[in-house]
């Protein structure tokens, strides 16, 4: 059973930082995809940063380029998710997903989410 734990995630004041962490059990991490989604109330779920699933290259929205980055630690199971100079548009749940390609199907996995809440 695939398990994604979300922690990190608080109030934190304009142009403060956060990092989240997502530990992963139940997979081999090491050959999933993993990435970080959010949404913000009103709106559609959205892609925040993600691996590829060849870990080739990195995927980040236009709106965290220069102050979010992903990175992984496949030793600890663990996907991080540093944030800097963040905004209150950056307010939102934040969702761990891991996800594999099988046959040319995707298989989707998420955490539970883990609210951000930037305000003064």
Request: glycine letters at 12%; aromatic letters at 10%; a positive charge.
């Amino acid at each position: 059973q695939v398990h994604l734990v979300e922690s990190g995630g608080g109030l934190v004041q304009p142009g403060g930082s956060l990092r989240l962490s997502c530990a992963a059990s139940g997979i081999i991490f090491s050959m999933y995809g993993m990435g970080w989604y959010r949404q913000a109330p009103g709106k559609q779920r959205e892609l925040v940063a993600t691996f590829s699933s060849g870990r080739s290259s990195i995927v980040y929205a236009d709106s965290v380029k220069g102050r979010f980055t992903i990175s992984r630690d496949n030793a600890k199971n663990t996907v991080y998710l540093q944030m800097n100079s963040l905004k209150p548009e950056d307010t939102a749940v934040y969702y761990c997903n891991a996800y594999i390609l099988s046959n040319g199907v995707r298989h989707d996995y998420w955490g539970q989410g883990i609210q951000v809440t930037v305000s003064s």
